[in-house]
């Protein structure tokens, strides 16, 4: 069974930082570009940030320059660094491969950003 688990997130002020991690099991995802997205309520689930398989990156302008995306394909997991964190950029945190598969969502990880 394919699963891809999210941790990392939490409570932060303004400023602050977060570490957000994926751990993929059940198959490599090596061979995939990987993505974090984020969703609030209400709102669609959008692409924040993505790596291919060789490393190249995007990133969404609203989180350029604060978010890194980086990747371990020896232990399958995905990393998202979060600086410089803003009350806009709470909500819950997927990683998916992109573009997104149904079946591969997660539970996600809920990172609020408030004082």
């Known amino acids: 069974q394919v699963q891809l688990v999210e941790s990392g997130g939490g409570l932060v002020q303004p400023g602050g930082s977060l570490r957000l991690s994926c751990a993929a099991s059940g198959k490599s995802f090596s061979g995939y570009e990987m993505g974090w997205y984020r969703q609030t309520t209400g709102k669609q689930r959008d692409l924040v940030a993505s790596i291919t398989r060789t490393g190249n990156t995007y990133y969404a302008d609203s989180v350029k320059g604060r978010f890194t995306i980086s990747r371990d394909n020896a232990k399958n997991t995905v990393f998202l660094q979060m600086n410089s964190l803003k009350p806009e950029d709470t909500a819950v945190y997927y990683c998916?491969?992109?573009?997104?598969?149904?079946?591969?969502w997660g539970q996600g990880t809920q990172v609020t950003v408030s004082s």
């Open positions: 998916n491969v992109f573009p997104s598969i149904l079946e591969f």
